[in-house]
């Protein structure tokens, strides 16, 4: 949805208009909830009457759960990336709200089965895109209470499906009639769809300011999301409670609707009550919630009558708690910070595991630095543009300064700079060790344009010293004025700045440099802290990554601006802004501190091009995300290696390329074992 501006509307139209608009999608939930749990109350019973097992009915219940789940990442995705999120809705309401009536001619137990199956799917199209909408209302009324108003209507449909089957067979009607009663709820829901479509084309505009735009996900959200995964692990679908009532013979099948129905009676309360005390007090409400709902099993499995009432009771709560709290929760943490730097999340995100598996706080920029001096004697004033520039300097600088023996100073050596600077040659020739999706693609034409590339600038710009560096070796050859480029962050400068060396006057900068094919350099640190499972002090480990972040402007300015924030809205200068108003908030901050060092550079804007340096900035996995695979041979230093033997004549380029190839799909291969790496149907 592109971001809209409504700053010009009256406060109180815009507040009335955002609870229309969750009113008016409450009735089209009422009216579906009103379908679907009218039918999950029977499904079980009625699959059973076709012939299908318990096991049969557990797995079909399990199936439908995990796709009515899983597939929501899909939806919204789509979504997000098309905008389309109406047609989404009505193509997700359309199909889950069709496959139950449709129950009423189902032949067998396998074609009811996959009429459940479609209806969670349906659910899991349009559950995102509903979710995505009325989150604009939220800035009105209160993210418990929006999600908590949605909910009760929610769970009130919920509450009139069920007694609507429980009267059909206290007339002595059948399973069949009663799903084909629920064909009118269907029609409803879709008519009340339209309206809502009608009359808020753009739900965007509900909200103040500006929509935040399409942000990655933070640490929070994803800790949040294993705790709702356990949450939801410990309930389960009626159809498998229905059974065990039915086999049980704890009631007679006409009130096993019943029983749904007042649990999903409690839920509307709970929702209420629950969304109300959770924008009051967020951490409270949410345990206790999650304690109540706890109850729910021993109750419902291991008693009479009384006990499954009471289970029914806490069921009611479990189902409010995860359809009011856990979304408040999420939609809270993610407006904290607004946006995460790409490069960030694509560094500790894992997209083949679901797993965020590191928070980071902040990354560093690795621009060039040039002698200015020397460039400007060979007619380059600005430093190196391309990476034929330094082809075409290094002779040059050799006959205006003899002393500087490495005139360019780019290690390919078994040490992290230089691991970083080579794939900053492969990617800017068009190479890469993997495909976005994960495959090896190392073996390639653009692969081999580097290394070619590199064996020239070794003849004409290097020694064999920058075989055998390490990560100070660039710096320290610059401060001596050895060399007149390096690739580096700023910490070479601030060492040179803080002992008054002689080079500072001729340090100046320089974005990446062109390739053939892109203008890329990776970052030259990312930070990623973990919580290990066997810590014993994990909720101070979360509170102090917590407050790590918050601190994001102190570990700038303390780090005299080599730190750059993960999260540009913690260093928005401004409380109470919307997410994509502390996103551009961070980032004017951080322009002026590079636009006007306080460190004391001359002049004072040495460092501007750092407050632009996201644009060509990327991760170590590029294309794709970072992963055990990519981390080994970074590691092991296989990239290094390769460009180091083709470049002093050790192994031919082509040979060098297919050793290293080689290697890399030795490593992919070993962490697709272990299930943590996708891939490998398209490596070359």
């Not at 939806?75 to 889950?96: E, H, K, M, Q």
């Not at 004409?460 to 001596?480: I, K, P, R």
Request: include cysteine; glycine fraction near 8%; charged fraction near 15%.
């Amino acid at each position: 949805m592109a971001p809209t501006l409504v700053q010009q509307r009256p406060a109180g139209l815009c507040a009335s208009s955002a609870f229309t608009f969750v009113l008016t999608m409450g009735i089209v939930n009422l009216f579906g909830d009103m379908t679907y749990e009218g039918g999950g109350a029977i499904n079980g019973q009625f699959m059973a009457t076709l012939g299908a097992s318990a096991a049969i009915v557990s797995i079909t219940a399990g199936i439908g759960e995990f796709l009515g789940y899983a597939l929501r990442a899909v939806s919204g995705y789509i979504a997000d990336r098309t905008g389309r999120y109406w047609l989404i809705t009505f193509i997700g309401y359309v199909i889950n709200l069709l496959a139950v009536p449709a129950m009423a001619v189902a032949g067998n137990w396998q074609v009811a089965a996959l009429l459940i199956l479609a209806e969670r799917i349906g659910r899991a199209l349009r559950k995102p895109t509903v979710e995505a909408m009325l989150s604009y209302t939220t800035g009105k009324h209160g993210q418990g209470w929006v999600y908590a108003v949605n909910t009760a209507l929610d769970e009130t449909g919920a509450t009139l499906g069920p007694l609507i089957i429980a009267l059909v067979l206290f007339f002595h009607g059948d399973y069949r009639t009663g799903y084909a009663l629920l064909l009118i709820s269907s029609v409803l829901a879709v008519g009340a769809l339209v309206v809502a479509r009608i009359n808020f084309p753009v739900p965007a505009r509900l909200e103040e300011g500006r929509t935040a735009p399409a942000s990655k996900l933070g640490r929070s959200y994803w800790i949040y999301m294993a705790a709702a995964a356990c949450f939801a692990a410990g309930l389960m679908s009626y159809e498998l409670i229905a059974y065990h009532l039915a086999t049980a013979k704890i009631v007679g099948e006409n009130w096993i609707p019943v029983l749904l129905a007042f649990s999903t009676g409690c839920g509307v309360i709970a929702s209420l009550v629950l969304g109300k005390l959770y924008d009051r007090a967020r951490l409270p409400t949410l345990l206790v919630a999650v304690f109540l709902s706890a109850l729910f099993t021993p109750f419902a499995f291991l008693g009479g009558f009384t006990a499954v009432l009471i289970g029914m009771v806490f069921w009611g709560i479990g189902y409010a708690t995860q359809d009011t709290l856990l979304k408040a929760v999420v939609a809270n943490v993610e407006k904290k910070y607004g946006k995460q730097v790409e490069l960030a999340h694509r560094s500790t995100y894992n997209p083949f595991t679901k797993k965020q598996f590191a928070i980071s706080d902040m990354w560093v920029p690795d621009p060039g630095n040039y002698h200015k001096e020397i460039w400007t004697k060979i007619g380059m004033p600005n430093g190196p543009v391309t990476y034929d520039d330094l082809v075409k300097a290094a002779p040059e600088i050799k006959k205006v300064a003899p002393q500087m023996q490495i005139p360019i100073g780019i290690g390919l050596s078994q040490d992290i700079d230089s691991n970083m600077a080579v794939r900053n040659m492969l990617w800017c020739h068009g190479g890469s060790i993997q495909d976005k999706d994960s495959n090896v693609v190392l073996n390639s034409p653009e692969t081999l344009a580097a290394l070619e590339y590199a064996k020239k600038l070794y003849s004409v710009g290097m020694t064999q010293a920058v075989l055998s560096w390490n990560a100070a070796s660039n710096n320290q050859a610059f401060n001596a004025q050895e060399t007149a480029y390096i690739l580096n962050s700023i910490s070479a400068y601030r060492t040179a700045q803080d002992n008054k060396l002689p080079v500072l006057e001729h340090y100046f900068f320089t974005p990446a440099l062109k390739g053939p094919k892109a203008t890329l350099a990776s970052e030259h640190v990312m930070s990623g802290y973990v919580i290990w499972k066997f810590s014993k002090n994990q909720d101070v480990a979360k509170e102090f990554l917590v407050a790590l972040i918050d601190a994001s402007k102190e570990s700038m300015l303390a780090s005299k601006l080599y730190n750059f924030p993960s999260f540009y809205g913690a260093a928005a200068t401004e409380s109470g802004l919307a997410s994509s108003k502390k996103a551009e908030s961070g980032a004017a901050w951080i322009a002026k501190q590079c636009n006007n060092d306080p460190f004391g550079s001359t002049p004072p804007d040495k460092l501007a091009l750092l407050a632009k340096s996201l644009p060509w900035s990327t991760n170590l996995g590029y294309p794709g995300f970072a992963n055990p695979a990519e981390g080994e041979i970074f590691d092991t230093y296989v990239i290094t290696d390769m460009f180091a033997k083709a470049a002093t004549g050790a192994l031919s380029p082509k040979d060098a390329m297919a050793e290293a190839s080689t290697r890399c799909k030795q490593i992919f291969d070993k962490w697709r074992a272990k299930k943590m790496v996708a891939g490998g149907g398209k490596d070359k």
